[in-house]
């Protein structure tokens, strides 16, 4: 039974067990990460970030907008990359759908359960039978199972169910393997009855919308399943409106909306989404070069967030895994992650595609207005190839909450949040050791100061231990105290995160020792 994924609920990462459950309850406890619509007992697919997670989540955005667009790589010519901002509409015309074959192809084939009235992706599903026998043959039956189902339990369900359990006598099949009219002999997953699964048909994965007082059918339109397509949209209108000139890239972070029907893993799938992604457009024969400029950069990226190569991996997707747009190009690359709920394998967090000149040349013949380049130098016409690198803001979020994540039993809280200094959402927290007057004077005048440049946190209630706890918990890098001596001469304490080291400065050193950072 080794076919079968590993649980999720744990796996090795920087050395130590990090349990899931622990970061889910981080989030839930220092104000990361909400369920969302949680009175309402939730929505799934759905989530809130709190007051720290926001934090979190603007600093990784910030981050990459700064390396993407205010200050833009240096490229293979030692030159600094053209590239633009853009944010286009979540609605956009129906046909950009049809063009970018979204309305058509943008699939799954699902199987319903007519017991529990749940939805199941067929290619997620394996059925687990005896050796050697038909489904049919002597009442034989199958039992359906998730494919990140573990081994213990299948084993339970099928001892419940079946009366008997053996790795020796059992096997697996996908169950798009098993023809429809074997379904008569399958249990659902959920489900104690038998042939209780629909013929197979496909679902698609847009959120449908009306667009004006009446619904109807025509002014049906769809929440953006990816922000890529307003880029091509304005491919025409930011040529004619700047100075880019091929290769340039126009950038966009914005949501994306997929009806998946099985949201799992907490935030690595989710209906609601948010896409770091960049469009660059250049000529066809520059296209390699510019796919394998593009695939180290983003993973220096990373690198620079706090997420390092140990946990990383750069995976060449196989054909039959491409998207249409990428089948006539050299292909994608994907930046995959070690979660633990993907353990031994890695999890998508970014994709760098070819995706040749698929969109634009779509986009030309469907709405009939030119989408080719001309070359003001050579007079050259043409319609460029793209190089995509989409990142994921969720995906890559939850990467750095579990990077971060740094076992520690000598402190009260028994871990840290070691994030970068520019990513972490408090840079520093401010403690008056005591109530004294003075002290809390003191404090206060310093936290108005460094509050000017820095989001930092006051804080005067509980002993200094737990406030070192709290502050660890959320990953402050530095914590400043003021005692009575700080009153004295004005020299404070400040301590490292990582080190807990601590040691003496001049108050007005503190902001010099700040923007060092």
Request: some cysteine; glycine content about 6%.
């Amino acid at each position: 039974m080794s076919v079968f994924t590993v649980s999720f609920l744990s796996c090795v990462l920087s050395g130590f067990m990090v349990d899931t459950k622990e970061i889910v309850n981080l989030c839930k406890r220092r104000g990361f990460v909400f369920q969302s619509s949680e009175i309402y007992e939730g929505i799934s697919g759905f989530w809130d970030y709190g007051p720290l997670g926001i934090l979190l989540k603007n600093n990784i955005r910030d981050s990459w907008w700064s390396r993407m667009v205010i200050a833009s790589p240096i490229g293979p010519d030692n030159k600094p990359i053209s590239i633009v901002g853009l944010d286009s509409s979540i609605i956009q015309h129906p046909n950009t759908w049809k063009a970018s074959g979204h309305l058509d192809g943008f699939s799954d084939i699902m199987t319903d359960c007519k017991d529990t009235k749940k939805r199941y992706r067929v290619d997620q599903l394996i059925v687990v039978i005896e050796k050697n026998m038909l489904l049919a043959e002597d009442n034989k039956c199958g039992y359906v199972f998730n494919l990140e189902d573990g081994q213990d339990v299948i084993s339970k369900r099928i001892k419940k169910l079946g009366g008997k359990y053996s790795d020796e006598n059992f096997e697996v099949i996908s169950l798009e393997k098993i023809p429809y009219e074997s379904y008569v002999f399958l249990y659902a997953p959920d489900s104690n009855k038998i042939g209780t699964l629909t013929e197979p048909k496909p679902f698609n994965l847009m959120f449908q919308t009306n667009v004006g007082p009446v619904s109807s059918d025509s002014n049906i339109s769809y929440l953006r399943p990816e922000t890529a397509q307003g880029i091509f949209l304005n491919f025409k209108n930011v040529i004619d409106s700047t100075k880019v000139r091929i290769p340039f890239g126009i950038a966009q972070i914005g949501k994306a909306f997929r009806n998946e029907v099985n949201p799992r893993n907490f935030l690595f799938r989710t209906r609601e989404f948010e896409q770091m992604e960049l469009e660059f457009f250049c000529h066809p024969k520059d296209a390699v070069t510019w796919h394998e400029f593009w695939i180290q950069e983003r993973n220096n990226w990373w690198n620079s967030i706090g997420i390092q190569n140990s946990n990383l991996k750069l995976r060449k997707q196989e054909v039959e895994e491409l998207a249409h747009y990428a089948k006539n190009g050299n292909g994608t690359v994907d930046i995959e992650y070690q979660f633990p709920f993907t353990e031994p394998n890695y999890g998508e967090i970014e994709g760098i595609s070819h995706r040749s000149n698929f969109d634009l040349t779509t986009h030309q013949n469907l709405s009939k207005k030119t989408l080719t380049y001309r070359d003001v130098i050579t007079n050259e016409k043409f319609i460029p190839d793209v190089i995509e690198p989409s990142a994921g803001l969720n995906r890559g979020f939850l990467a750095l909450l579990f990077s971060a994540y740094t076992e520690d039993k000598n402190r009260p809280s028994q871990f840290y949040m070691n994030f970068p200094f520019h990513i972490a959402p408090v840079k520093a927290a401010i403690f008056p050791l005591t109530n004294n007057t003075e002290e809390i004077q003191l404090a206060e005048r310093l936290y108005m100061e460094i509050r000017k440049k820095f989001n930092c946190e006051f804080d005067s209630k509980q002993s200094i231990g737990k406030r070192y706890a709290r502050a660890d918990e959320i990953g402050v890098p530095y914590c400043i105290t003021i005692d009575s001596q700080s009153c004295i001469d004005n020299t404070i304490t400040i301590r490292d995160i990582k080190t807990m080291a601590q040691r003496r400065i001049g108050i007005e050193y503190v902001m010099d020792f700040l923007n060092n950072q």
